[in-house]
């Protein structure tokens, strides 16, 4: 599972690739992606802050509740 911490460090390198015009990216694993254009990767920084949103969600816990009549 990829942790949220990992997710921010690759959005902002795929941020950084975006500000400077660039469209090969290399990430942290030395694998290297080639991007079309400057909207496939704005979708791909989009697709990351969805994962990340859903990643930080704070998740409900369950609560049992436990009853009677009485005795």
Partial sequence: MTSVTK???????????????????????GEEVTYRSQG?????IAAIDS????????RMGLVYLQTSKGL
Avoid: C, H
């Fill in 51 to 58: 994962e990340i949103r859903a990643l930080s969600q704070k």
């Fill in 40 to 44: 496939e990767i704005e979708r791909a």
């Fill in 7 to 29: 997710l921010r460090e690759y959005r902002d390198q795929l941020q950084d690739a975006r500000f400077s015009g660039v469209r090969t990216f290399r990430d942290s694993n």
